[in-house]
């Protein structure tokens, strides 16, 4: 499977890989570096033979670590102002690198992104101020 | 015997699929008795870790004695490893083996031939495969006196690291293969030329040049490729005899430091039909 890249064709490969859970599935992972600009994707590789190049299925490194540290990263950033939710959004990239498959924040563009939405329920909030004495704004 | 197939067979003799363990692979080849090498990435840039070697019905067991440099020169986690990108394997147990030959002279558009272990093939394993590269150029490195050799016109693939590279001409080993330019390309790759592995590890090379002093098998062979290309002649050379095998000894290692590597090398044999 070929895909354009900055007006070079890359070639993702097929990749048995077992999830956290356990569970085999097979994924077409991308052989880009992480912290590669897009101009090195398509540069020189070291070309040893990685476990992920074989037939058995290969251990994901780094997906619960990534979605854990993102998150408790945004709340910790966002508590606080005691917002009453939030939501956060953000994609994972599978990876492949020399040694393992490697889940990484996904970019968009050249850049990884994280969106961050916080909401405070303006009626929850008066009923918070008023318990601390703070009067309510006109 | 075609020309091919005597190239083949010098890759054959001394090189082998190496086994670093669960996560990585790739190809080594033998330097002098009980040692060979391979690209330090293949190691995953650590001394002291255990290896396997096969080749055919051959197994060798081996340990990682010197690499260089070491993973804590590495700037980047996925790019290039830095140069010159080599390792060093102490053979303990195995089989005798033969020896490559190294030589560091090639001229450009020199013609190559090298010998990897890769998973082009769907099966258990990694299986050889052979590609042939043009000389067409080189490329200077931060490492002072490590000029890599660039080839094209062939493809690098997976698992080819650390394998021998063979001048067609010369009938001697120019250098380890260590990267892709590009993937599924037919861009060629970098190699690490001979001379930086012999003055990377002198004791090993003194061991080598001894080896081919006593043992002139290999360059017998090789004059069967003396003046040759790839696979336009064949049929009238003589079979020559067996590829020397090397006892597996001890050696002392003194590693000296990559800042002082030169491109000068010392005591090399001749090549030449003898």
Same mark, same amino acid.
């Given at each position: 499977m070929s895909s354009e890249t900055g007006g070079a064709t890359q070639t993702s490969e097929l990749v048995q890989v077992l999830l956290p859970s356990g569970d085999a599935v097979w994924v077409h992972v991308d052989p880009v570096r992480p912290g590669a600009t897009l101009s090195e994707v398509d540069g020189p590789a070291d070309v040893s033979l990685p476990a992920?190049?074989?037939?058995a299925a290969v251990k994901l490194s780094g997906f619960t670590e990534t979605i854990r540290g993102v998150v408790s990263s945004v709340r910790a950033a966002v508590d606080e102002h005691r917002p009453d939710s939030f939501d956060v959004e953000f994609s994972i990239a599978i990876t492949v690198q020399t040694g393992g498959i490697l889940s990484v924040l996904a970019a968009a563009g050249s850049a990884a992104q994280v969106k961050v939405r916080a909401t405070w329920n303006r009626d929850v909030a008066d009923s918070r101020n008023a318990a601390k004495g703070v009067p309510r704004p006109p | 015997m075609s020309t091919f197939d005597v190239a083949r067979e010098l890759l054959t003799c001394c090189s082998a699929r190496l086994d670093t363990g669960p996560d990585a692979a790739g190809t080594a080849f033998f330097v002098s008795p009980g040692y060979a090498v391979t690209a330090a990435h293949v190691a995953g840039g650590v001394i002291g870790s255990a290896v396997q070697l096969s080749e055919g019905t051959d197994c060798w067991s081996g340990q990682v004695v010197d690499v260089r440099p070491t993973t804590a020169n590495r700037p980047t986690p996925g790019a290039p490893y830095p140069a010159p990108d080599l390792a060093l394997i102490r053979i303990s147990d195995g089989p005798e083996h033969s020896c490559a030959l190294l030589r560091g002279e090639l001229t450009l558009h020199s013609r190559v031939l090298v010998r990897g272990y890769t998973r082009r093939f769907p099966s258990d394993g990694p299986t050889a495969e052979t590609e042939r590269f043009k000389l067409s150029g080189d490329l200077e490195t931060p490492c002072p006196g490590c000029t890599l050799l660039k080839l094209s016109s062939g493809e690098v693939a997976r698992g080819m690291s650390g394998a021998p590279v063979l001048d067609l001409r010369a009938g001697a080993i120019v250098g380890m293969l260590r990267t892709? $330019? %590009? %993937?599924?390309?037919? %861009?060629g790759g970098w190699v690490v030329p001979a001379g930086v592995i012999r003055e990377s590890w002198p004791e090993v090379a003194a061991a080598h040049d001894r080896f081919h002093e006593h043992d002139t098998r290999w360059r017998t062979k090789a004059a069967a490729l003396a003046g040759g290309q790839l &696979?336009? $002649? &064949? &049929?009238?050379s003589a079979p020559a005899p067996l590829i020397g095998k090397a006892r597996i000894g001890t050696m002392t290692l003194i590693t000296g430091d990559v800042g002082t590597v030169t491109m000068h090398h010392h005591g090399e044999p001749e090549l030449g039909a003898s």
């Open positions: 992920w190049a074989g037939s | 892709s $330019r %590009l %993937l599924d390309s037919d %861009l &696979g336009d $002649r &064949g &049929g009238s």
